[in-house]
């Protein structure tokens, strides 16, 4: 078969692409980061006026009909194959002895990667991405395939850095059976991860951390891509006191450790002497952790359908995570609008934030996480400050149009020296 290319196109006088986006689920509804980063780039993309095709995985733990998918993602083109990608402990211990992830493996189907393969040999794409690593089991097998018979560079899209998040929960972990299961993971999904920067056209970086990481592994591209949020014209006025929140899907490991080492080590320093005070929990899948969250003064409101409502109604926000990767696009969007925020280094990571920033208080030992608290609690003009800062952070980094405008430039260049 020859090589084919799509042929320019052009609309109202501009030059367009017809993107082929993988993707791994259906990135709605808007409860999680990694959901909001591909709703935003899709939407992106369609809104500078390319043809934007969308296929992913429907899996069972983040289904949508096909109503649902029209409704919310109508702007592209969704083409879906349903898997069942839910981890168990059978499949986990059978692919312990294969050389092969674990983590990407449960994104393996055959019958997918076939449906893809059919799709691109109908279409004229311009340019293929692969958003975030747990796609790649889909355009895996079709690789070699895919660069032989079409001229279409590849984008990799990382969403984090997936092996080093591993390796913190690795590095925390002391049940011993767990520990080995992650070592040998770990280094499997390192090894892959390693492979799919050296083979594809380019990477784009979700972080500038990840990005010092990307660039000491290849020499190809990198565009770093700030994640973009709502811009909400004012900060709020008003604060709600007496009130702490942390909202995150508690299916992300990281997760659950950030509250369980904040109600351990934190929550006894404030409540001793803020008996009144009341840290509000939301996010998918925190029901099975309940009894690891039970404490004086903690209320469980489960998945909230309204993930803005719930942050500007509960005070303060915090960020106590110490793994992970990539950006907490939780936190860009309560900075936004104006809410004061806490955060570990780690939850701030790939924002040019650090210790002694203007716009959110840091601070990684119990502690000084209490202490930075405290003063916001203590001084309410001082914390409706640090939101203002927060909230003008971000227009200034993460605005919409400008960061797709630059993605776009960035595409744009891949294509041409393709």
Not at 29 to 58: C, M, Q, W
Not at 310 to 318: A, E, Q
């Amino acid at each position: 078969m020859g090589k084919k290319k799509a042929k320019e196109k052009t609309k109202n006088g501009l030059i367009y692409m017809r993107i082929l986006v993988i993707g791994n689920r259906i990135p709605w509804p808007l409860h999680d980061g990694g959901a909001i980063a591909t709703y935003r780039l899709l939407k992106g993309l369609s809104s500078l006026g390319h043809e934007v095709t969308f296929f992913t995985y429907n899996t069972k733990k983040h289904f949508q009909t096909k109503e649902e998918i029209t409704n919310a993602l109508g702007f592209c083109e969704v083409v879906t194959h349903e898997l069942d990608s839910t981890p168990n402990k059978l499949g986990a211990l059978m692919q312990f002895l294969r050389a092969d992830s674990y983590f990407l493996s449960r994104y393996d189907s055959e019958e997918a990667s076939d449906q893809l393969k059919k799709l691109i040999e109908n279409q004229q794409y311009d340019l293929v991405q692969i958003e975030g690593l747990y796609s790649w089991p889909l355009l895996n097998p079709l690789f070699s395939w895919l660069k032989q018979n079409f001229a279409l560079p590849v984008v990799y899209r990382a969403h984090n850095v997936e092996s080093q998040i591993w390796k913190r929960v690795l590095n925390s972990e002391r049940n011993r059976l767990k520990k080995l299961f992650f070592r040998s993971q770990v280094k499997k999904l390192e090894r892959e991860e390693l492979r799919l920067l050296g083979l594809v056209d380019a990477t784009i970086s979700i972080s500038t951390i990840d990005e010092k990481y990307f660039r000491a592994h290849t020499p190809k591209p990198i565009h770093v891509f700030l994640p973009t949020v709502d811009q909400p014209l004012h900060p709020i006025k008003q604060i709600q006191p007496n009130s702490i929140f942390h909202i995150g899907s508690m299916e992300w490991e990281a997760n659950v450790r950030g509250v369980q080492w904040f109600l351990s080590k934190v929550w006894p320093l404030l409540i001793e002497n803020n008996p009144d005070l009341r840290f509000h929990v939301a996010g998918k899948g925190i029901e099975k952790h309940k009894h690891l969250f039970f404490q004086f003064g903690v209320v469980y409101h489960g998945e909230v359908s309204n993930a803005i409502d719930f942050m500007k109604n509960h005070g303060i926000g915090i960020v106590p995570i110490h793994a992970g990767s990539g950006i907490r696009v939780k936190l860009i969007e309560s900075m936004a609008w104006g809410i004061p925020s806490v955060s570990t280094s780690v939850g701030v990571q790939g924002l040019p934030l650090s210790e002694g920033s203007p716009e959110v208080l840091i601070a990684d030992e119990a502690g000084g996480f209490a202490e930075a608290l405290s003063s916001l609690f203590n001084d309410w003009p001082s914390a409706i400050s640090l939101g203002k800062r927060a909230h003008q952070y971000v227009q200034a980094n993460h605005h919409e149009h400008k960061n797709h405008q630059e993605l776009d430039g960035f595409l744009r260049e891949i294509l041409t020296e393709d």
